[in-house]
Antibody, heavy 116, light 107 residues
Framework: QVQLKESGPGLVQPSETLSLTCTVS????????VSWVRQPSGKGPEWMGR???????AYNSALKSRLSISRDTSKNQVFLKMNSLQTDDTGTYYC??????????WGQGVMVTVSS | DIQMTQSPASLSASLEEIVTITCQAS??????LAWYQQKPGKSPQLLIY???SLADGVPSRFSGSRSGTQYSLKISRLQVEDIGIYYC?????????FGSGTKLEIK
């Protein structure tokens, strides 16, 4: 069945770089796109960016200068790197499968706290 | 960016009651609208896509509708398992924005 699982550090120092990995199973990264979505505690989700099935990327303009999304299709993994983290980057980070433009499967999420 | 204004922010309703949540888009998004349900401590789950289509496995008591740039999610007979936070999301143009959520509780 379709599964996505995020992994990465739970605590990041201010101004440092966040690196997260999304490992997928049950579908191919060359057939479906994968997005990263984050959610501050008690707030609505925010779309961060997308790795298209063809290897292209798209980013939220608000984050574009700090964000990079890449993949390794042989390992069924999608990566997120975001630099210059601040306290308002604290939240739960999800990877989601894109079925057309819709987010049809979500990972369990990884809580990231930005604090010294 | 397209703004999605969701109302109400919270809602308390009785079992078997009809519940309606609305979402107003700041510009025309056609039928590029989805609804998600997020249960406490869980990831969001797709309920409705294309404004009116039910996602796989979603009970038929859920339905979506559109009137111009206003979208509605209706639960025809509220059940205990429907508690959670509901979000709308536009898929018309990037960045794909979400509403601020409606917290649904049982009265």
């Amino acid at each position: 069945q379709v599964q996505l699982k995020e992994s990465g550090p739970g605590l990041v120092q201010p101004s440092e770089t966040l690196s997260l990995t999304c490992t997928v199973s049950g579908f191919s990264l060359t057939s479906y796109s994968v997005s990263w979505v984050r959610q501050p505690s008690g707030k609505g989700p925010e779309w961060m960016g997308r790795m298209w099935y063809d290897g292209d990327t798209a980013y939220n303009s608000a984050l574009k200068s700090r964000l990079s999304i890449s993949r390794d299709t042989s390992k069924n993994q999608v990566f997120l790197k975001m630099n210059s983290l601040q306290t308002d980057d604290t939240g739960t980070y999800y990877c989601t499968r894109n079925w057309s433009p819709w987010f049809d499967y979500w990972g369990q999420g990884v809580m990231v706290t930005v604090s010294s | 960016d397209i703004q999605m204004t969701q109302s109400p922010a919270s809602l308390s309703a009785s079992l078997e009651e009809i519940v309606t949540i609305t979402c107003q888009a700041s510009q025309d998004i056609g039928n590029w609208l989805a609804w998600y349900q997020q249960k406490p401590g869980k990831s969001p789950q797709l309920l409705i896509y294309g404004a009116t289509s039910l996602a796989d496995g979603v009970p038929s008591r859920f339905s979506g509708s559109r009137s111009g740039t206003q979208y509605s999610l209706k639960i025809s007979r509220l059940q205990v398992e429907d508690i959670g936070i509901y979000y709308c999301q536009q898929a018309s143009s990037a960045p794909f924005t979400f509403g601020s959520g409606t917290k649904l509780e049982i009265k």
